[in-house]
């Protein structure tokens, strides 16, 4: 299974989630690939077990013939590989721009290794540009994270419409495999109302787990951890451990 995390809001916990939720399915026995599509975010450095840092999704993107060992780091985390982003995001759309097969480009470097892994899993930056297409035409799933805010649902239609589009043509096998409320505050009312809205909206592709807004999951990459090892008996631990055993599930 290759999951696209998207969402084209920023701020809504799409790195996080990469993170957390490909961590736990890796603890869980899983081979694991993260890709970071986010050039901007390089959050998925701060996993990366040694100094020396591999490839980039540039060069991923752009030199189809350097070999896909250029790119894979290993992390903390056993059986958890990272392809980090290193680069403007600017450079990377400008270099595809033009191309005629610009959208596959991933597609058919993840054909080469898809094999290796049981479950690989993308980063998206918070545009639905090049990258992000190029994301969701080489996935076979789509998880969305909503932060429960007051403009939770702003900008979804478009998602989905984008995700239409790719179905339509590039990738009729692209799956929404769940919606993830995240951030979620239990202290106001106005959460839990966009909480049952969401669930209204999406049914039973609305994951049960919800992912609380915590101190511990927002200070944890900057002590260069995921969750389970910075905080283990945290909420965001917790929540992170049952969204992983929903989406191998839904697998
Ligand atoms: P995105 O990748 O969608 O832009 P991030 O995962 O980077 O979103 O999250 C945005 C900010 O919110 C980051 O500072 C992150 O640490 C913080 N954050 C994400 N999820 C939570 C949470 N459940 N609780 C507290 N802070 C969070
Ligand atoms: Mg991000």
Redesign the pocket.
Known sequence: MIIA?A?Q???????????NLSAACAMAGKRVLLLDL?PQ?N?SLSLVHSEQINGSVYELLTELNEPWDNFINKTKVENLDVVPSRISLAKVEAKLVGDFDAIFRLRDRIEKIRDRYDLIFF?TP?TLGIITVNALVAASHVLI?I?SSYFALEGTDDLLETIEKVRARPNPDLDLLGVLV???DRRTALSKDVEAHIRKVFGKKAFKTV???????????AHKEAIFSYAPRSS?AE?YMKLSKEVMRRA
């Open positions: 995390i969402n809001k920023g701020g809504v916990g799409k790195t996080t989630t990469a993170i986010d975010g959050s980063d918070p994270p932060q995240t951030l979620f992912i609380t807004r915590s101190v511990r999951l927002e200070e944890s990459p965001g929540e």
